[in-house]
Protein backbone atom coordinates (compact mmCIF):
# COMPACT_ATOMS: atom_id res chain seq x y z
CA UNK A 1 0.00 0.00 0.00
CA UNK A 2 1.57 3.49 -0.76
CA UNK A 3 1.08 6.41 1.78
CA UNK A 4 -0.19 9.60 0.06
CA UNK A 5 -1.30 13.11 0.96
CA UNK A 6 -4.93 11.89 1.51
CA UNK A 7 -3.33 9.49 4.08
CA UNK A 8 -1.63 12.90 6.34
CA UNK A 9 -5.20 14.75 4.59
CA UNK A 10 -7.40 12.37 6.96
CA UNK A 11 -4.91 11.85 9.57
CA UNK A 12 -4.90 15.65 10.04
CA UNK A 13 -9.00 16.29 10.39
CA UNK A 14 -8.42 13.28 13.14
CA UNK A 15 -5.55 14.97 15.10
CA UNK A 16 -7.87 18.45 14.41
CA UNK A 17 -10.74 16.99 16.51
CA UNK A 18 -12.80 16.85 13.61
CA UNK A 19 -15.14 13.93 14.23
CA UNK A 20 -17.34 13.91 11.01
CA UNK A 21 -17.28 14.42 7.45
CA UNK A 22 -20.21 14.90 5.67
CA UNK A 23 -19.71 13.94 1.97
CA UNK A 24 -20.64 13.49 -1.75
CA UNK A 25 -18.16 12.01 -3.06
CA UNK A 26 -16.64 11.42 -6.73
CA UNK A 27 -14.23 10.96 -9.12
CA UNK A 28 -11.68 13.51 -7.80
CA UNK A 29 -11.37 11.71 -4.38
CA UNK A 30 -9.67 7.93 -5.33
CA UNK A 31 -6.92 8.57 -2.85
CA UNK A 32 -9.29 9.73 -0.51
CA UNK A 33 -11.28 6.82 -0.31
CA UNK A 34 -8.28 3.99 -0.27
CA UNK A 35 -7.06 6.26 2.18
CA UNK A 36 -10.23 5.64 4.09
CA UNK A 37 -10.68 2.19 3.09
CA UNK A 38 -6.54 1.28 4.24
CA UNK A 39 -7.57 3.23 7.82
CA UNK A 40 -10.60 1.27 8.20
CA UNK A 41 -8.60 -2.59 7.36
CA UNK A 42 -5.97 -1.15 9.65
CA UNK A 43 -8.27 -0.52 12.35
CA UNK A 44 -7.07 3.35 12.06
CA UNK A 45 -9.38 5.96 13.71
CA UNK A 46 -10.57 8.15 11.08
CA UNK A 47 -13.60 10.57 11.18
CA UNK A 48 -17.17 9.02 10.64
CA UNK A 49 -18.23 9.81 6.94
CA UNK A 50 -21.70 10.63 6.51
CA UNK A 51 -22.60 9.71 2.60
CA UNK A 52 -24.97 12.48 1.45
CA UNK A 53 -26.87 12.56 -1.96
CA UNK A 54 -27.25 16.59 -2.01
CA UNK A 55 -24.46 18.87 -1.25
CA UNK A 56 -26.45 21.45 0.08
CA UNK A 57 -27.79 19.17 2.81
CA UNK A 58 -24.24 18.15 3.43
CA UNK A 59 -23.39 21.27 4.62
CA UNK A 60 -26.12 22.08 6.55
CA UNK A 61 -25.79 18.91 8.39
CA UNK A 62 -22.21 20.90 8.88
CA UNK A 63 -23.95 23.41 10.46
CA UNK A 64 -26.34 22.17 12.57
CA UNK A 65 -23.28 19.82 14.04
CA UNK A 66 -21.36 22.92 14.70
CA UNK A 67 -24.51 24.77 15.80
CA UNK A 68 -24.58 22.44 18.85
CA UNK A 69 -21.37 21.66 19.23
CA UNK A 70 -19.62 24.82 18.91
CA UNK A 71 -16.65 23.03 16.61
CA UNK A 72 -16.02 22.63 12.56
CA UNK A 73 -17.06 19.43 10.68
CA UNK A 74 -15.93 18.63 7.47
CA UNK A 75 -17.69 18.75 4.28
CA UNK A 76 -16.32 16.97 1.61
CA UNK A 77 -17.39 17.92 -2.46
CA UNK A 78 -16.68 17.01 -5.92
CA UNK A 79 -14.59 19.64 -8.02
CA UNK A 80 -16.58 22.71 -9.39
CA UNK A 81 -20.06 20.70 -9.84
CA UNK A 82 -20.02 19.91 -5.89
CA UNK A 83 -18.78 23.32 -4.71
CA UNK A 84 -21.30 24.85 -6.85
CA UNK A 85 -23.99 22.24 -5.40
CA UNK A 86 -23.29 23.80 -2.11
CA UNK A 87 -25.81 25.99 -2.86
CA UNK A 88 -27.15 28.62 -0.19
CA UNK A 89 -25.65 26.30 2.42
CA UNK A 90 -22.80 28.70 1.56
CA UNK A 91 -24.93 31.71 2.69
CA UNK A 92 -26.26 30.88 6.00
CA UNK A 93 -22.75 29.41 7.03
CA UNK A 94 -21.28 32.24 6.43
CA UNK A 95 -23.95 34.91 7.75
CA UNK A 96 -24.70 32.70 10.82
CA UNK A 97 -20.55 32.52 11.86
CA UNK A 98 -20.87 28.78 11.93
CA UNK A 99 -17.25 27.33 11.89
CA UNK A 100 -16.98 24.65 8.61
CA UNK A 101 -14.44 22.90 6.93
CA UNK A 102 -15.09 22.25 3.58
CA UNK A 103 -12.59 20.64 1.28
CA UNK A 104 -13.13 20.17 -2.74
CA UNK A 105 -11.19 18.08 -5.30
CA UNK A 106 -10.46 19.69 -8.29
CA UNK A 107 -9.65 18.41 -11.87
CA UNK A 108 -6.12 16.86 -12.41
CA UNK A 109 -3.71 19.60 -13.71
CA UNK A 110 -1.50 16.45 -16.09
CA UNK A 111 -3.05 15.27 -19.16
CA UNK A 112 -0.32 12.37 -20.51
CA UNK A 113 -0.06 10.19 -17.50
CA UNK A 114 2.96 12.07 -16.16
CA UNK A 115 1.98 11.87 -12.45
CA UNK A 116 -0.31 9.54 -10.79
CA UNK A 117 -3.76 10.96 -10.67
CA UNK A 118 -3.42 12.48 -14.49
CA UNK A 119 -6.38 12.54 -16.41
CA UNK A 120 -8.42 9.44 -17.41
CA UNK A 121 -11.87 10.27 -17.57
CA UNK A 122 -13.85 12.49 -20.42
CA UNK A 123 -15.45 14.66 -17.02
CA UNK A 124 -12.38 15.91 -16.26
CA UNK A 125 -11.54 18.66 -19.12
CA UNK A 126 -15.68 19.33 -18.44
CA UNK A 127 -14.46 20.24 -15.33
CA UNK A 128 -11.23 22.60 -15.31
CA UNK A 129 -11.83 26.17 -14.26
CA UNK A 130 -9.73 28.79 -14.14
CA UNK A 131 -10.50 30.18 -10.18
CA UNK A 132 -12.82 27.23 -8.23
CA UNK A 133 -12.09 29.27 -5.05
CA UNK A 134 -14.10 32.14 -6.60
CA UNK A 135 -17.10 30.17 -6.50
CA UNK A 136 -17.37 30.39 -2.68
CA UNK A 137 -14.31 32.86 -1.87
CA UNK A 138 -16.58 35.75 -0.66
CA UNK A 139 -18.24 33.61 1.57
CA UNK A 140 -15.43 31.93 3.50
CA UNK A 141 -12.90 33.45 6.05
CA UNK A 142 -10.49 31.73 4.35
CA UNK A 143 -9.80 29.65 0.91
CA UNK A 144 -6.26 27.73 0.05
CA UNK A 145 -5.14 25.43 -2.91
CA UNK A 146 -3.25 22.03 -1.61
CA UNK A 147 -0.50 22.33 -3.90
CA UNK A 148 1.52 19.16 -2.37
CA UNK A 149 1.79 16.65 0.81
CA UNK A 150 4.54 17.87 2.53
CA UNK A 151 2.85 20.87 3.91
CA UNK A 152 -1.02 19.39 3.74
CA UNK A 153 -1.52 19.59 7.43
CA UNK A 154 -0.05 23.09 7.45
CA UNK A 155 -2.57 24.64 5.04
CA UNK A 156 -5.33 22.49 6.91
CA UNK A 157 -4.40 23.94 10.14
CA UNK A 158 -4.02 27.45 9.40
CA UNK A 159 -7.79 27.10 7.59
CA UNK A 160 -8.84 26.28 10.59
CA UNK A 161 -7.31 28.73 12.41
CA UNK A 162 -9.72 31.49 10.26
CA UNK A 163 -12.81 29.24 10.75
CA UNK A 164 -12.44 28.98 14.39
CA UNK A 165 -11.23 32.94 14.85
CA UNK A 166 -14.29 35.66 15.63
CA UNK A 167 -16.09 36.26 13.35
CA UNK A 168 -16.13 32.66 12.64
CA UNK A 169 -17.08 30.88 9.98
CA UNK A 170 -16.72 28.26 7.30
CA UNK A 171 -13.24 27.77 5.13
CA UNK A 172 -12.39 26.31 1.61
CA UNK A 173 -9.52 24.18 0.67
CA UNK A 174 -8.91 22.40 -2.73
CA UNK A 175 -6.35 20.43 -4.46
CA UNK A 176 -6.09 18.86 -7.46
CA UNK A 177 -6.07 14.67 -7.54
CA UNK A 178 -2.08 14.63 -8.61
CA UNK A 179 -1.49 16.56 -5.11
CA UNK A 180 -3.63 14.36 -3.14
CA UNK A 181 -2.34 11.35 -4.94
CA UNK A 182 1.09 12.09 -4.18
CA UNK A 183 2.97 9.67 -2.68
CA UNK A 184 4.91 10.82 0.70
CA UNK A 185 7.53 8.91 3.09
CA UNK A 186 5.21 7.27 5.63
CA UNK A 187 7.46 7.43 8.29
CA UNK A 188 8.53 11.43 7.87
CA UNK A 189 4.54 11.80 7.65
CA UNK A 190 4.25 10.54 10.65
CA UNK A 191 6.50 12.02 12.36
CA UNK A 192 5.13 15.53 11.40
CA UNK A 193 1.55 14.63 12.29
CA UNK A 194 3.17 13.44 16.11
CA UNK A 195 4.33 17.14 16.65
CA UNK A 196 1.02 17.58 16.40
CA UNK A 197 -0.40 15.63 19.29
CA UNK A 198 3.11 16.71 21.12
CA UNK A 199 1.97 20.51 21.19
CA UNK A 200 2.10 22.23 17.66
CA UNK A 201 -1.72 21.49 17.04
CA UNK A 202 -1.95 24.74 20.02
CA UNK A 203 0.21 26.77 17.39
CA UNK A 204 -2.97 26.89 15.68
CA UNK A 205 -5.80 28.07 18.01
CA UNK A 206 -7.89 30.71 16.73
CA UNK A 207 -7.29 34.36 17.75
CA UNK A 208 -7.78 35.13 21.88
CA UNK A 209 -11.43 37.00 22.31
CA UNK A 210 -10.96 40.60 23.16
CA UNK A 211 -12.45 42.20 25.76
CA UNK A 212 -13.91 45.81 26.44
CA UNK A 213 -10.67 48.59 26.39
CA UNK A 214 -10.83 50.88 30.01
CA UNK A 215 -11.95 53.82 27.64
CA UNK A 216 -14.90 51.81 26.42
CA UNK A 217 -15.99 50.41 29.74
CA UNK A 218 -15.80 53.85 31.35
CA UNK A 219 -17.83 55.81 28.87
CA UNK A 220 -20.43 52.54 28.19
CA UNK A 221 -21.09 51.88 31.79
CA UNK A 222 -21.61 55.46 32.89
CA UNK A 223 -24.22 56.20 29.82
CA UNK A 224 -25.92 53.12 31.72
CA UNK A 225 -25.64 53.99 34.98
CA UNK A 226 -26.62 57.61 34.32
CA UNK A 227 -29.82 57.00 31.68
CA UNK A 228 -33.52 56.71 32.40
CA UNK A 229 -34.45 54.51 30.24
CA UNK A 230 -31.65 52.12 28.39
CA UNK A 231 -32.14 49.10 26.24
CA UNK A 232 -29.94 46.66 25.39
CA UNK A 233 -30.72 45.18 21.84
CA UNK A 234 -29.08 41.74 20.78
CA UNK A 235 -29.79 38.92 17.90
CA UNK A 236 -26.88 35.98 18.06
CA UNK A 237 -24.59 36.59 21.24
CA UNK A 238 -26.32 33.34 22.54
CA UNK A 239 -24.36 31.33 20.26
CA UNK A 240 -21.39 31.28 23.06
CA UNK A 241 -23.93 29.96 25.57
CA UNK A 242 -21.92 31.46 28.33
CA UNK A 243 -22.84 34.94 27.28
CA UNK A 244 -26.22 34.46 28.08
CA UNK A 245 -25.80 34.50 31.90
CA UNK A 246 -23.48 37.24 31.83
CA UNK A 247 -26.02 39.46 29.94
CA UNK A 248 -28.60 38.58 32.10
CA UNK A 249 -26.31 39.39 34.95
CA UNK A 250 -26.05 43.06 33.82
CA UNK A 251 -29.53 43.08 32.89
CA UNK A 252 -30.99 42.74 36.50
CA UNK A 253 -28.12 44.35 38.08
CA UNK A 254 -29.84 47.67 37.16
CA UNK A 255 -33.05 46.36 35.17
CA UNK A 256 -32.17 46.84 31.83
CA UNK A 257 -34.67 45.71 29.51
CA UNK A 258 -33.68 43.22 26.68
CA UNK A 259 -35.32 43.80 23.11
CA UNK A 260 -34.52 40.67 20.87
CA UNK A 261 -34.64 41.52 17.17
CA UNK A 262 -33.81 38.68 14.46
CA UNK A 263 -33.14 36.03 17.09
CA UNK A 264 -31.05 33.04 15.94
CA UNK A 265 -30.14 31.50 19.07
CA UNK A 266 -31.92 31.58 22.73
CA UNK A 267 -29.93 34.70 23.90
CA UNK A 268 -31.95 34.90 27.30
CA UNK A 269 -34.52 32.35 28.60
CA UNK A 270 -37.90 33.29 27.88
CA UNK A 271 -38.40 33.41 31.87
CA UNK A 272 -35.94 36.30 32.36
CA UNK A 273 -37.61 39.39 33.61
CA UNK A 274 -36.21 41.82 32.38
CA UNK A 275 -36.62 40.34 28.63
CA UNK A 276 -39.93 43.19 27.47
CA UNK A 277 -40.11 42.12 23.86
CA UNK A 278 -39.16 40.75 20.37
CA UNK A 279 -39.34 41.27 16.47
CA UNK A 280 -37.76 40.81 13.03
CA UNK A 281 -37.85 43.95 12.72
CA UNK A 282 -41.32 45.08 11.14
CA UNK A 283 -43.45 47.52 12.72
CA UNK A 284 -42.53 50.24 15.54
CA UNK A 285 -40.44 49.10 18.53
CA UNK A 286 -41.66 51.61 21.47
CA UNK A 287 -38.73 50.58 23.35
CA UNK A 288 -36.35 51.16 21.09
CA UNK A 289 -38.21 55.29 20.18
CA UNK A 290 -38.49 55.92 23.95
CA UNK A 291 -35.06 54.60 25.20
CA UNK A 292 -32.54 57.55 25.93
CA UNK A 293 -29.67 54.89 25.80
CA UNK A 294 -29.35 51.55 23.67
CA UNK A 295 -26.50 48.96 23.91
CA UNK A 296 -26.46 46.83 20.84
CA UNK A 297 -24.95 43.45 21.71
CA UNK A 298 -24.18 41.46 18.61
CA UNK A 299 -26.63 42.29 16.22
CA UNK A 300 -26.83 41.90 12.63
CA UNK A 301 -30.36 43.59 12.29
CA UNK A 302 -30.95 45.94 15.53
CA UNK A 303 -33.72 48.12 14.22
CA UNK A 304 -34.80 48.65 10.52
CA UNK A 305 -34.98 52.66 10.29
CA UNK A 306 -37.80 52.83 7.71
CA UNK A 307 -40.18 51.30 10.32
CA UNK A 308 -38.61 52.32 14.00
CA UNK A 309 -35.32 54.09 15.19
CA UNK A 310 -34.10 55.17 18.35
CA UNK A 311 -34.57 58.99 19.15
CA UNK A 312 -31.60 61.67 17.49
CA UNK A 313 -30.55 62.57 21.19
CA UNK A 314 -29.84 58.58 22.31
CA UNK A 315 -26.78 57.71 23.19
CA UNK A 316 -26.00 54.78 21.25
CA UNK A 317 -23.42 52.10 21.59
CA UNK A 318 -22.31 48.89 19.56
CA UNK A 319 -20.30 45.75 21.15
CA UNK A 320 -20.00 43.00 18.35
CA UNK A 321 -17.93 40.44 17.09
CA UNK A 322 -18.12 42.52 13.63
CA UNK A 323 -19.31 45.66 14.47
CA UNK A 324 -18.74 47.21 10.90
CA UNK A 325 -19.90 43.93 9.25
CA UNK A 326 -17.31 43.72 6.94
CA UNK A 327 -18.84 41.34 4.26
CA UNK A 328 -22.26 43.63 3.94
CA UNK A 329 -22.29 46.19 1.42
CA UNK A 330 -24.45 48.96 3.63
CA UNK A 331 -24.32 48.50 7.30
CA UNK A 332 -24.84 51.28 9.71
CA UNK A 333 -25.92 52.36 12.72
CA UNK A 334 -25.47 55.77 14.46
CA UNK A 335 -23.33 55.13 17.32
CA UNK A 336 -21.12 57.16 19.91
CA UNK A 337 -18.89 53.93 19.91
CA UNK A 338 -18.31 51.15 18.50
CA UNK A 339 -15.68 47.71 19.87
CA UNK A 340 -15.10 44.93 18.87
CA UNK A 341 -14.95 42.94 21.13
CA UNK A 342 -16.65 39.10 22.61
CA UNK A 343 -19.65 40.28 24.59
CA UNK A 344 -19.60 37.25 27.15
CA UNK A 345 -16.26 39.28 28.35
CA UNK A 346 -17.97 42.53 27.96
CA UNK A 347 -21.21 42.17 29.87
CA UNK A 348 -18.77 40.74 33.07
CA UNK A 349 -16.76 43.82 32.70
CA UNK A 350 -19.66 46.43 32.52
CA UNK A 351 -21.40 44.31 35.22
CA UNK A 352 -18.64 44.74 37.69
CA UNK A 353 -18.31 48.94 36.65
CA UNK A 354 -21.99 48.86 38.16
CA UNK A 355 -21.27 47.27 40.67
CA UNK A 356 -18.47 49.21 41.79
CA UNK A 357 -20.25 52.06 41.02
CA UNK A 358 -23.89 51.48 42.49
CA UNK A 359 -22.37 52.15 46.78
CA UNK A 360 -21.91 55.63 45.14
CA UNK A 361 -25.81 55.80 43.24
CA UNK A 362 -29.10 56.84 44.11
CA UNK A 363 -30.45 53.87 43.23
CA UNK A 364 -34.19 54.69 43.59
CA UNK A 365 -34.62 54.79 40.13
CA UNK A 366 -33.43 51.48 39.42
CA UNK A 367 -35.90 50.25 41.69
CA UNK A 368 -38.58 51.87 40.18
CA UNK A 369 -37.80 50.80 37.12
CA UNK A 370 -37.76 47.19 37.67
CA UNK A 371 -41.20 47.11 38.90
CA UNK A 372 -41.82 48.74 35.07
CA UNK A 373 -39.81 46.08 33.33
CA UNK A 374 -41.22 43.07 35.44
CA UNK A 375 -44.74 44.37 34.45
CA UNK A 376 -43.87 44.57 30.46
CA UNK A 377 -42.47 40.96 31.26
CA UNK A 378 -45.91 39.67 32.18
CA UNK A 379 -47.57 41.65 29.60
CA UNK A 380 -45.30 40.05 27.07
CA UNK A 381 -46.16 36.68 28.42
CA UNK A 382 -49.96 37.11 28.46
CA UNK A 383 -50.03 38.86 25.11
CA UNK A 384 -48.58 34.94 23.53
CA UNK A 385 -51.16 33.24 26.09
CA UNK A 386 -54.19 35.08 24.43
CA UNK A 387 -52.90 34.73 20.91
CA UNK A 388 -52.87 30.87 21.67
CA UNK A 389 -56.17 30.39 23.29
CA UNK A 390 -58.34 32.31 20.13
CA UNK A 391 -59.63 30.15 17.40
CA UNK A 392 -58.69 30.57 13.93
CA UNK A 393 -62.00 32.30 11.85
CA UNK A 394 -62.69 29.29 9.54
CA UNK A 395 -61.80 26.63 12.52
CA UNK A 396 -58.09 25.33 11.39
CA UNK A 397 -55.43 24.86 13.38
CA UNK A 398 -53.57 28.06 14.26
CA UNK A 399 -50.08 28.49 15.04
CA UNK A 400 -49.86 29.85 18.40
CA UNK A 401 -51.80 26.94 19.70
CA UNK A 402 -49.98 24.10 17.80
CA UNK A 403 -47.04 25.33 19.14
CA UNK A 404 -48.07 26.13 23.14
CA UNK A 405 -49.34 22.34 22.72
CA UNK A 406 -45.72 21.40 21.41
CA UNK A 407 -44.29 23.18 24.26
CA UNK A 408 -46.54 21.33 27.23
CA UNK A 409 -45.81 18.05 25.66
CA UNK A 410 -41.96 18.00 24.58
CA UNK A 411 -39.16 16.57 27.11
CA UNK A 412 -36.83 18.96 29.02
CA UNK A 413 -34.12 18.39 26.84
CA UNK A 414 -35.22 19.46 23.64
CA UNK A 415 -33.48 20.90 20.62
CA UNK A 416 -35.88 23.43 18.63
CA UNK A 417 -34.43 24.23 14.83
CA UNK A 418 -36.98 26.84 12.94
CA UNK A 419 -36.96 27.45 9.53
CA UNK A 420 -40.63 29.27 9.77
CA UNK A 421 -39.67 32.11 8.23
CA UNK A 422 -43.25 34.05 7.96
CA UNK A 423 -43.85 32.31 11.19
CA UNK A 424 -40.31 32.83 13.01
CA UNK A 425 -41.76 35.43 15.34
CA UNK A 426 -44.55 32.50 16.62
CA UNK A 427 -42.17 30.25 17.08
CA UNK A 428 -39.89 31.97 19.27
CA UNK A 429 -43.04 33.38 21.16
CA UNK A 430 -45.22 30.15 21.83
CA UNK A 431 -42.23 27.87 22.57
CA UNK A 432 -40.68 29.62 24.98
CA UNK A 433 -37.21 28.40 25.34
CA UNK A 434 -35.02 28.79 28.34
CA UNK A 435 -31.97 26.78 28.02
CA UNK A 436 -29.00 28.73 26.16
CA UNK A 437 -27.90 26.30 22.87
CA UNK A 438 -31.64 24.04 22.59
CA UNK A 439 -32.87 26.65 19.36
CA UNK A 440 -31.47 27.92 16.53
CA UNK A 441 -32.32 29.37 13.02
CA UNK A 442 -30.03 29.59 10.35
CA UNK A 443 -28.67 32.73 11.03
CA UNK A 444 -28.82 33.29 7.34
CA UNK A 445 -31.90 33.47 4.58
CA UNK A 446 -31.25 30.70 2.16
CA UNK A 447 -34.20 28.22 2.50
CA UNK A 448 -33.66 24.68 2.97
CA UNK A 449 -31.51 24.75 6.28
CA UNK A 450 -33.88 23.22 8.49
CA UNK A 451 -33.88 19.12 7.52
CA UNK A 452 -29.84 19.10 7.26
CA UNK A 453 -29.45 20.60 10.32
CA UNK A 454 -31.64 18.47 12.30
CA UNK A 455 -29.58 15.51 11.00
CA UNK A 456 -26.22 17.57 11.93
CA UNK A 457 -27.33 18.30 15.01
CA UNK A 458 -28.36 14.65 16.47
CA UNK A 459 -24.44 13.68 15.20
CA UNK A 460 -23.25 16.71 17.15
CA UNK A 461 -25.02 15.54 20.39
CA UNK A 462 -23.78 12.28 19.88
CA UNK A 463 -20.68 13.49 19.60
CA UNK A 464 -20.57 15.84 22.29
CA UNK A 465 -22.17 13.56 24.84
CA UNK A 466 -24.40 15.64 25.17
CA UNK A 467 -28.17 14.11 26.42
CA UNK A 468 -30.74 15.57 23.83
CA UNK A 469 -34.55 13.87 24.04
CA UNK A 470 -35.71 15.11 20.80
CA UNK A 471 -35.48 17.17 18.11
CA UNK A 472 -37.80 19.37 16.56
CA UNK A 473 -37.80 20.73 13.28
CA UNK A 474 -40.26 23.93 12.67
CA UNK A 475 -40.58 24.66 9.11
CA UNK A 476 -43.15 26.02 6.32
CA UNK A 477 -44.00 24.22 3.57
CA UNK A 478 -41.39 26.07 1.13
CA UNK A 479 -38.75 25.67 3.13
CA UNK A 480 -39.36 22.37 3.68
CA UNK A 481 -39.04 21.64 0.05
CA UNK A 482 -35.72 23.86 -0.21
CA UNK A 483 -34.70 21.07 2.37
CA UNK A 484 -34.36 17.97 -0.34
CA UNK A 485 -36.27 16.01 1.81
CA UNK A 486 -36.13 12.75 -0.73
CA UNK A 487 -31.90 13.41 0.69
CA UNK A 488 -32.52 14.13 4.32
CA UNK A 489 -34.64 11.41 5.22
CA UNK A 490 -32.76 8.75 3.65
CA UNK A 491 -29.89 10.38 5.53
CA UNK A 492 -31.92 10.18 8.65
CA UNK A 493 -32.60 6.85 8.03
CA UNK A 494 -29.46 5.08 7.12
CA UNK A 495 -27.72 6.84 10.36
CA UNK A 496 -30.35 6.30 12.49
CA UNK A 497 -30.71 10.47 13.36
CA UNK A 498 -34.85 10.46 14.04
CA UNK A 499 -36.12 14.00 14.50
CA UNK A 500 -39.78 15.22 14.66
CA UNK A 501 -40.98 17.38 11.71
CA UNK A 502 -43.94 20.19 12.05
CA UNK A 503 -44.47 21.96 8.76
CA UNK A 504 -46.77 24.95 9.03
CA UNK A 505 -48.48 24.80 6.33
CA UNK A 506 -49.56 27.56 4.28
CA UNK A 507 -50.14 26.46 1.03
CA UNK A 508 -47.00 28.40 -0.04
CA UNK A 509 -44.72 31.69 -0.09
CA UNK A 510 -46.26 33.96 2.15
CA UNK A 511 -42.99 35.89 2.82
CA UNK A 512 -42.78 37.55 -0.98
CA UNK A 513 -46.26 38.22 -0.62
CA UNK A 514 -45.96 40.09 2.72
CA UNK A 515 -42.63 42.07 0.49
CA UNK A 516 -45.13 42.75 -2.18
CA UNK A 517 -47.42 44.03 0.03
CA UNK A 518 -44.91 46.01 1.99
CA UNK A 519 -43.78 48.06 -0.86
CA UNK A 520 -46.90 48.12 -3.13
CA UNK A 521 -50.25 48.05 -0.41
CA UNK A 522 -52.25 49.04 -2.75
CA UNK A 523 -51.06 47.78 -5.95
CA UNK A 524 -52.27 45.66 -8.16
CA UNK A 525 -51.05 42.74 -6.82
CA UNK A 526 -52.90 43.50 -3.85
CA UNK A 527 -56.05 42.88 -4.85
CA UNK A 528 -55.24 39.66 -6.68
CA UNK A 529 -55.26 36.53 -4.71
CA UNK A 530 -52.08 34.65 -4.17
CA UNK A 531 -52.11 32.12 -6.44
CA UNK A 532 -52.38 34.55 -9.45
CA UNK A 533 -49.05 36.47 -7.79
CA UNK A 534 -47.23 32.66 -8.12
CA UNK A 535 -46.44 32.04 -4.62
CA UNK A 536 -48.66 28.99 -3.83
CA UNK A 537 -48.33 25.34 -4.23
CA UNK A 538 -52.33 24.62 -4.43
CA UNK A 539 -54.83 23.75 -5.38
CA UNK A 540 -52.96 19.92 -5.23
CA UNK A 541 -49.82 20.63 -3.06
CA UNK A 542 -47.39 18.01 -2.51
CA UNK A 543 -48.21 14.94 0.14
CA UNK A 544 -45.21 16.20 2.46
CA UNK A 545 -45.26 13.32 4.64
CA UNK A 546 -45.54 10.46 2.06
CA UNK A 547 -42.42 12.45 0.53
CA UNK A 548 -40.58 11.58 4.15
CA UNK A 549 -42.31 8.26 4.55
CA UNK A 550 -40.95 7.18 0.91
CA UNK A 551 -37.51 8.39 1.30
CA UNK A 552 -36.80 7.58 5.04
CA UNK A 553 -40.25 5.38 6.30
CA UNK A 554 -40.99 8.65 8.29
CA UNK A 555 -44.17 8.43 10.41
CA UNK A 556 -46.65 11.08 8.89
CA UNK A 557 -49.84 12.63 9.77
CA UNK A 558 -52.00 15.65 8.89
CA UNK A 559 -53.49 18.12 11.41
CA UNK A 560 -56.35 19.66 10.41
CA UNK A 561 -58.47 19.48 13.28
CA UNK A 562 -57.23 21.64 16.20
CA UNK A 563 -58.95 18.88 18.62
CA UNK A 564 -56.16 16.51 17.15
CA UNK A 565 -53.06 18.50 18.04
CA UNK A 566 -52.46 16.85 21.38
CA UNK A 567 -52.71 12.92 20.14
CA UNK A 568 -50.80 13.76 17.06
CA UNK A 569 -47.90 15.64 18.70
CA UNK A 570 -47.80 12.78 21.28
CA UNK A 571 -47.61 10.14 18.84
CA UNK A 572 -45.18 12.00 16.47
CA UNK A 573 -43.28 12.24 19.29
CA UNK A 574 -42.99 8.44 20.31
CA UNK A 575 -42.29 7.92 16.91
CA UNK A 576 -38.93 9.63 17.21
CA UNK A 577 -38.20 8.12 20.66
CA UNK A 578 -38.86 4.14 18.83
CA UNK A 579 -36.08 5.20 16.21
CA UNK A 580 -38.60 6.66 13.42
CA UNK A 581 -38.07 10.59 11.91
CA UNK A 582 -41.93 11.73 12.15
CA UNK A 583 -43.52 14.49 9.81
CA UNK A 584 -46.76 16.06 11.31
CA UNK A 585 -48.20 18.51 8.26
CA UNK A 586 -50.05 21.12 9.79
CA UNK A 587 -52.92 22.47 7.59
CA UNK A 588 -53.17 26.46 8.37
CA UNK A 589 -55.35 29.08 6.95
CA UNK A 590 -54.21 29.79 3.31
CA UNK A 591 -52.75 33.10 2.63
Not at 150 to 159: E, H
Not at 198 to 226: C, D, F, K, T
Not at 362 to 390: G, I, M, P
Not at 404 to 415: C, G, N, V, Y
Request: glycine fraction near 8%; aromatic fraction near 8%; include cysteine.
Amino acid sequence: MVYTTSNVFIETLVEAGITHAFVNLGSDHPALLEAVAERSTKGINSPQFVTCPNEMVALSCAQGYAQVTGKPAAVIVHVDCGTQALAGAVHNVDRCRTPVFIYAGAAPYTINGEIPGSRNEFIFTLQDIPDQAAIVRQYMRHTALIRTGKNVSQVMMRALSFAKTEPKGPVYCYAGREAMEEYLDEKEELAKIESLKEGALEQYNGVERSALSPHAIQVIGNALMQAKRPLIITSYLGRNKAAVDALVKLSETISIPIFLTCPSVVNVPWSCKTLVGMNYGMGKNEWLEETDCVLVLDSDIPWIPLHTRPRENAQIFHIDVDPLKQNVNMFHIPAKLRSKADCELACEQLTQFINDELPKADTRHFKARAQVVEEAHQAFLKEAEDEESKPSSNGMPTVPAVLAELRKIMPKDTTVLSEAISNYPLVWKHLQIDTPGRMFTSGGSSLGWGLGAAIGAHFGYQASNTKNDLTVLVVGDGSFLFGVPASSYWIARRYGTPFLTIILNNGGWKSPRLSMLGVHPKGVGSTLPAKDVHVTFGPDAPDYGVIAKAAGGAWNAVLSDPKDASKLLKEAIEAVKGGQCAVLDVHLEKF
